[in-house]
């Protein structure tokens, strides 16, 4: 989707941080993340991790992301040290010894408006943007984030969008593919097309929680199962579809750096609003979120299948099955309710 892009210039995101601050200052935005597991050499990129060091318990996007660094030239990373995951403190690190400047961004944990106002401060200080350059900016983005909310609508409402598709364009919306016109005029092509579609017809309506999958192939399973994901909880929180006319607002409302408390009432007013049969907890390899599905569980009263996910690549065969075993339970719950 994305043109190529001049990696030397551009400012690497270790996670999801006020994007209107780094495209006000006139810079291209890279989710990292992103650039590791669609690059076709992904399995390489983590071989070329493990020969520089980290170890094989390393969770696969850590290295993945320091790879993706070193191997594109990223001279600049905004590393998000508070509200995502312990290991980026040493990986931002590591990047700074390899002459890559670091600049920390920090959620407090604690939700407080004022401490995450000084965060943006200081963003908006060292990338020499200007407020009245960000406010016109998160306008420009904000006509972008409520077709997003049309196109969610479209996949639980109207029923018109794939999981996959779903999952694409929202889990993209972190950094808008480097480049928001060229995203927002490949989002209205795809709405324009989506609306003529027949709307599908699935047996079970499912959520996907937790960090986005890195492996393929998730979704085109559950559908051809008979299953549809219409939830896709944090790539819709990277979207930020809550219309805040604030910033630091919009920050707030961002659930995932916070408690859980946030991420379960969202989740919560999914499984009523999208009529949804059943969640899908994936969680990742040698990560601490894991332990969240403790707390999903005590949670919802609704069935739960959780996924774990290790290396980018199709999905194994006991995974595969594991989805079937789901999705045939969960049709027959529908059957004889
Ligand atoms: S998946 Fe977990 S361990 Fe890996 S980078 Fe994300 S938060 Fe950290």
Redesign the pocket.
Known sequence: MTEAIDYSTAIGMTSTIPVEIVLAAGLTPVDLNNTFVTSDESEKLLGRAETAGFAHNI????KGIYSAVMHHGVKRVIAVTGG??S??LALAEVLSRRGVEIIPFDYPLNRDRSSLMEQMEKLRGRLSATWPDIRETKKRLDGIRKKLVELDRLTFHDNVVSGFENHLFLVSSSDFNSDPDLYEKELDAFLQKARTRESKKEKVRLGYLG?PPIFTELFDCVESLGGRVVFNEIQRQFSMPYGCEDLTEQYLKYTYPYDMQGRIEDIKRAVEERRLDGLIHYT?T????QIYDIILRESFSIPILTLEGDRPGPLDSRTALRIETFIDMLTSRAVFA
């Open positions: 969770c696969a996007w850590i995502d995951c290991n980026t960090v990742q040698f990560c601490f979120r």
